[in-house]
T-cell receptor, first 114, second 108 residues
Framework: GAVVSQHPSRVICKSGTSVKIECRSLDFQATTMFWYRQFPKQSLMLMATSNEGSKATYEQGVEKDKFLINHASLTLSTLTVTSAHPEDSSFYIC??????????FGPGTRLTVL | EDKVVQSPLSLVVHEGDTVTLNCSYEVTNFRSLLWYKQEKKAPTFLFMLTSSGIEKKSGRLSSILDKKELFSILNITATQTGDSAVYLCRNYGQNFVFGPGTRLSVLP
């Protein structure tokens, strides 16, 4: 159990367009989902914490109007990168919380903005 | 399908103990294996391993990869309470795949 999927796994888009990334917990209900961005040298940065039915909590320095997060159900959270620019190109990873101290990671979505 | 398995899933030790965390994997087109430490926010990158048999070391932490047997271990010597965290193994092949993590608790 405890499988988290992301869709798409890879996306290429033109500058100025918006891209939606889905994160699903396949076999459990996740009250909390987390969104991360990967930086060079494999480091991960927490972007926001998403709670089902309420607004996401963004980390300092993350633009909430640019990275829209919707946690519509206990198994789905979406991250929309609005008006994407080349500097938004990155690997975006979600994780889903099964319990208070359990977190399971998705495989990530590679975004390339041309 | 790429897969990463970690063991044990949970471990409780006392300060000063040495621990060995295991990560085994099945992956298509293996490129690297990464270890992270997660405490509060984002996982902190520890090591990236690409070659078999070459130990990577950082302070009391060390890690080694066996590409023939498809596993890696993370060693922590002289553990401290600050080592308490979830340690994640992540494989990079055709895709990135995280393992479920090992929750390490170090008691004073």
């Amino acid at each position: 159990g405890a499988v988290v999927s992301q869709h798409p796994s890879r996306v290429i888009c033109k500058s100025g367009t918006s891209v939606k990334i889905e994160c699903r917990s396949l076999d459990f209900q996740a009250t909390t989902m987390f969104w991360y961005r990967q930086f060079p040298k494999q480091s991960l940065m927490l972007m926001a914490t998403s709670n089902e039915g309420s607004k996401a909590t963004y980390e300092q320095g993350v633009e909430k109007d640019k990275f829209l997060i919707n946690h519509a159900s206990l198994t789905l959270s979406t991250l929309t990168v609005t008006s994407a620019h080349p500097e938004d190109s990155s690997f975006y990873i979600c994780s889903a919380g099964k319990g208070r101290h359990e977190q399971f990671f998705g495989p990530g979505t590679r975004l390339t903005v041309l | 399908e790429d897969k990463v398995v970690q063991s044990p899933l949970s471990l409780v030790v006392h300060e000063g103990d040495t621990v060995t965390l295991n990560c085994s994997y099945e992956v298509t087109n293996f490129r690297s294996l990464l270890w992270y430490k997660q405490e509060k926010k984002a996982p902190t990158f520890l090591f990236m391993l690409t070659s078999s048999g070459i130990e990577k070391k950082s302070g009391r932490l060390s890690s080694i990869l066996d590409k023939k047997e498809l596993f890696s271990i993370l060693n922590i010597t002289a553990t401290q309470t600050g080592d308490s965290a979830v340690y994640l193994c992540r494989n990079y092949g055709q895709n990135f795949v995280f393992g479920p993590g090992t929750r390490l608790s170090v008691l004073p």
